[in-house]
């Protein structure tokens, strides 16, 4: 079955404690991209990566980092996380990019206390 | 930069009523206008969407929408609603200066009985 999926669904955590959230497809697809969700806010894309070893920022970079070393997997890093970073959190693949259909993964739901 | 008005935040309307979800986009260039589909506790999914060509899109479960250049929109429109189309309705638009995407706000629908 093609999908995104994201690890964990929940995670609870205290500030400064660094965390991954991976994300991964069987897609094949080229785009990948993060986005985080909270009410009032929509979706804000955090970073996307074009393909291998490119990653560019969205509108919500600051305190987060990823990676993109396999094709299939975009792992979203917190290096010390914040309160203000708690929300739902969406991993997001498509075959090239701006113009196709982007594919969500069940999103991430993290509390920073 | 590119950016997304959704005018709305919540549009009560009732079963088997025709709802219209407005969107306003900015962008000086060419633009890809997308509709996604957000139903409770689930992840976002592609409702329709227009790169070029007919300004009219429709989508499989009876949505339509219109680019409308010179209005700078892409309202979302649907004769008669079900209960089943309960969701939160987000716009979302790219360009072809970069490959970031921007997503509304949303606009939770809700279906009177």
């Known amino acids: 079955e093609a999908q995104v999926t994201q690890n964990p669904r929940y995670l609870i955590t205290v500030t400064g404690k660094k965390l991954t959230v991976t994300c991964s497809q069987n897609?094949?697809?080229?785009?990948m991209s993060w986005y985080r969700q909270d009410p009032g806010l929509g979706l804000r894309q955090i970073y996307y990566?074009?393909?291998?070893?490119?990653?560019d920022k969205g509108d919500v970079p600051e305190g987060y980092k990823v990676s993109r070393k396999e094709k299939r997997n975009f792992p979203l890093i917190l290096e010390s996380p914040s309160p203000n970073q708690t929300s739902l959190y969406f991993c997001?693949?498509?075959?090239?990019?701006?113009?196709?259909?982007?594919?969500f993964g069940p999103g991430t739901r993290l509390t920073v206390l | 930069a590119q950016s997304v008005t959704q005018l709305d935040s919540q549009v009560p309307v009732f079963e088997e009523a025709p709802v219209e979800l407005r969107c306003n986009y900015s962008?000086?260039?060419?633009?890809?206008l997308f509709w996604y589909v957000q139903y409770p506790n689930q992840g976002l999914q592609l409702l329709l969407k227009?790169?070029?060509?007919?300004?009219l899109v429709e989508s499989i479960n009876g949505f339509e929408a219109e680019f409308n250049k010179s209005q700078t929109s892409f309202h979302l429109r649907k004769p008669s609603v079900h209960i089943s189309d309960t969701a939160e309705y987000f716009c979302?638009?790219?360009?072809?200066?970069?490959?970031?995407?921007?997503f509304g706000k949303g606009t939770r629908l809700h279906i009177l009985p």
């Open positions: 897609m094949n697809h080229e785009y």
């Open positions: 979302a638009v790219s360009d072809q200066r970069d490959d970031k995407i921007i």
């Open positions: 962008s000086s260039v060419s633009v890809y």
């Open positions: 990566s074009m393909n291998v070893e490119v990653t």
């Open positions: 227009y790169l070029s060509g007919s300004t």
């Open positions: 997001a693949s498509s075959t090239r990019g701006r113009t196709d259909t982007q594919y």
